[in-house]
């Protein structure tokens, strides 16, 4: 069985055809509607041949008109319209129709003047729209006036100077246009058009019935009365100084006469004041039932769902990966409206997001002092295991020995060591259960220069530096911890090099400095580029410990530097403000 597509109607060709006409020759269209039109309405609406020629103007309209396209199809309803106004043109033509109508082609003209950007297009229908108001005010109105009192040589100056428009139509350079441009026209420009056409039509009848003024008077009168009304209105739409009726206008637009600056100020609210994503969702949707257009609100965020208010036929859904959101209208919803409550769910949406995204934040940093905690408490019961550890060497060492004969250096290691090991542990371990409520403990300078002088005594460790002056005191959590760090490290090294000299020094002044050196090799580049700034890793054990010492150190207002990195002079130094 073969298969044909189905051809197009003979009706629908045509259509197609002189749609595309149309658009390729649009000034012909228009020049031939203009000059049926123009005839029309000389030989006056009495003559059979007046009807004809409209009903033919009527036709080019049609594939002119800036609504539809000429391949849609017509429907029902288009097709009731079209057919009472070709009966009216057939049965009821006379002037008032007639002058009714060209004031809706002069609308219908001046609407498509503010969408064309191309120059020479919108001179063409500025030259349209003046002739159609010239045909009016000259061939048309004198004919419903009150009084006629148009010179018939002004009619017949007319009648053969106007079809000049025609001509500076067809002669005005063509341009191109995309295919859409022809369909636009703007609406309210029209209906505004129109309607001041009407009031000076009506404005100048009124002159000449009540001061009895002939028909040009009035009308030149009507007309600088409404360019003088014009102008006082541009005036107060948007004065110099600024604030004029356009920004009350734009505001209405905007807010639909509705309170939702209310709405958002009690949003913004809401996000700096509530903390839980939940909450917040609810009193904000709490706060959008206030807005008089709104009957109820269903949302879904999650696993948790609720609705307020009540339902309505007339609903706005927003949906995003987070919340799902539905508005209820009390009204029927037309474009603005729809536009306006969308914009308010879009809004309400993004700030949960907002608020969501805080709540994570939140706990990623609890997190993460949770881990920086740990881990700067490890590094502290790391380095206290290594005091353990050395007495635990002292002690194996002399284990041979009965109490009697035991080594005084043993004793007196013991006597310095324990109390500072089991004070260390005790404020690791209360930092440990009370991480918020720890903080720094200030200790004169020279109590812990001499205890930290005592606990490595024995060591190899020199301690260059003179005693501190008396009023000096330094944060002792934060010293023990770099103190240790550091001297521990340096000592570790001394393992691959015996000869090694750690040397240990704290300088008193405006500022104060721990300086930790070892004549020991450099540390290499690519360490020493990431050291004391993120976490390394090395054979010495390097990284970890000595950037939770710098974290701590700029918490407590100080600084870690590597302040020298060569072979022979490796040194550390914490900086600050003496206390």
Known sequence: MQLTTAQPSLLTRVANMAWSFSQRYWRVIVVAMLALLHIAVFRGVADPWARALLLAHLGLLLLWQPFLRGEQRVSLMQGVILALVASAVMLHLDWWVLAFWVVVLAGLVGGKVYQHHARWQRRAYLVVLAYLLALLAIAILPEIAPRREIDADI???????LPVAFVLIALFPSEPDSADAPHIIDFFYS?????LIVVVILGSFTFMSVTGTPYLEALTATIFLAAGGMLLVALAWNPRSGGGLDVFFSRYLFSIGLPVEKWLHVLAELLQVEARPERFLS?????LLRVPSVAGVRWRAGETSDEQGTRTPHEVEYASSELALTIYSRYRLGPTLRWHLHLLGQLLGEFYVAKLGEEKLRQTSYLQAVHETGARMTHDIKNLLQSLSVLTSVATRDQGQDQERASPQLHALLRRQLPLIERRLAET????QRPQESGEIYVAARLWWESLARQYRGEGVEFESPTPPPGVRVPRSLFDSVADNLIRNALAKRADDEGLRVRVALECGSDIALRVC????AVPAAIAASLLRAPVSSRSGLGIGLYQ????????GYRLTLKSNRDGEVCFVLTGTAA
Not at 191 to 195: G, Q, S
Not at 283 to 287: P, R, S
Not at 429 to 432: A, I, N, V
């Open 191 to 195: 209906v505004f058009l129109m309607l």
């Open 429 to 432: 371990l209360e930092k440990l």
């Open 518 to 521: 070892d004549s020991g090799s």
């Open 549 to 556: 010492a710098a974290r701590q150190a700029e918490a407590s």
């Open 155 to 161: 009619r017949a100056y007319a009648e053969y100077l």
């Open 283 to 287: 009193e904000a949707v709490g706060a």
